[in-house]
């Protein structure tokens, strides 16, 4: 089994970020007053709003961890957890009850995906952080899936910083992803915990665990200054909110992902062809490694990411005119059907 994380790939730098607030109807801690939970009482309260998830590609298995939002079985996680995920299961840590998850709708930029646990009912749920009240100094619990065990796990430290701009990198293929006004703390979070809830003193949720240099490895030294980071509460559910309300942008794909069945590279005339995956909708109208996508949609192709933003707004079933340019030069048009493919 691969346990999902992101690893830290370079330093953080500062940015002036404000998160933006959270507008979703889900449980909220009162302004006042606040009662400080001993560590036992915070485990009390969290780990029954925690569900372990199993992401499976079909060659490997990544474990992670949800936060349940709602009693039917909404569950807030990040999104390199499921990525490339065919099918996803989650055990909840307060009964043990097991289910399948589908995918609602993520955001790769921010790292956040939703999902809906299918027949799930009277779940506990978090509690959530109205909005970015985390202080420098506060100290916090991360709770989560640690190394991919099953079962709930908790560390404590301090928030160290705020706002801070990180290029995380994936340990299940090494992809690199530049993730923005995160919230440091000294906690060593393990591969695994992403996904899981950062809480503060009360057992509200103030962060989303993402990325960390603890190693799930126990023969690799611990590091002598844990660093990890999270993503505010109020960033993630403004991007829920957006996925349960349905409404796709250049980043959030809403629902089942398109698959075309190619990857892509930056080409002077568009997006370059570097691989076409066998029996894919790319594969079947012949296009080959080498070529360059010039038009999709519709819409003039200049980068790899007008296609990515462009297959972010489909889904499988969706018929699109696609126009390439082969290595000598010829010009293509044909219609293809996309297929469904698992999320990325």
Do not use: C, K
């Not at 079985?73 to 009964?95: E, F, N, P, R, Y």
């Not at 801070?164 to 915990?193: H, K, Y």
């Not at 957006?242 to 930056?266: C, E, F, K, P, W």
């Amino acid at each position: 089994m691969v346990i999902g994380a992101l690893v830290l790939s370079s330093p953080q730098v500062h940015e002036s970020i404000s998160p933006p607030t959270a507008q979703a109807p889900y449980s909220t801690a009162p302004a006042e007053p606040q009662i400080v939970l001993t560590p036992e009482e915070i485990e009390a309260r969290v780990i029954p709003t925690v569900v372990a998830l199993v992401a499976d590609t079909g060659l490997v298995e990544t474990a992670g961890t949800g936060i349940v939002l709602t009693p039917d079985g909404v569950v807030l996680t990040s999104q390199h957890v499921i990525d490339g995920a065919l099918d996803i299961t989650a055990v909840s840590l307060g009964t043990g009850a097991q289910y399948v998850a589908d995918v609602l709708g993520y955001d790769s930029s921010r790292d956040i995906a939703v999902l809906q646990l299918r027949g799930a009912r009277d779940l506990a749920s978090a509690t959530l952080a109205e909005d970015s009240t985390v202080r420098i100094g506060d100290p916090v619990i991360a709770v989560g899936n640690a190394d991919g065990g099953g079962m709930p796990m908790t560390t404590g430290g301090f928030v160290t910083d705020l706002r801070q701009t990180i290029t995380a990198r994936s340990s299940t293929d090494g992809s690199l992803n530049r993730l923005d006004g995160m919230i440091e703390i000294d906690a060593p979070v393990r591969p695994g915990d992403s996904g899981g809830p950062l809480v503060d003193v009360t057992a509200t949720v103030v962060g989303v665990n993402t990325a960390g240099n603890a190693s799930s490895d126990p023969s690799e030294p611990a590091p002598a200054q844990p660093r990890s980071f999270a993503v505010p509460i109020a960033t993630a559910m403004t991007i829920v909110d957006q996925i349960r309300a349905g409404r796709t942008s250049a980043t959030v794909h809403i629902g089942d992902t398109a698959l075309l069945g190619l990857s892509v590279t930056n080409h002077a005339r568009g997006a370059e062809v570097l691989w076409v995956s066998l029996g894919t909708p790319a594969d079947d109208a012949g296009i080959q490694i080498g070529d360059v996508i010039t038009d999709f949609a519709g819409v003039p192709i200049r980068s790899p990411d007008d296609l990515r933003e462009l297959m972010i707004a489909h889904h499988p079933g969706d018929t699109v005119e696609v126009h390439w340019i082969d290595e000598a030069g010829r010009q293509h048009t044909t219609t293809i059907t996309l297929e469904e493919g698992p999320p990325r």
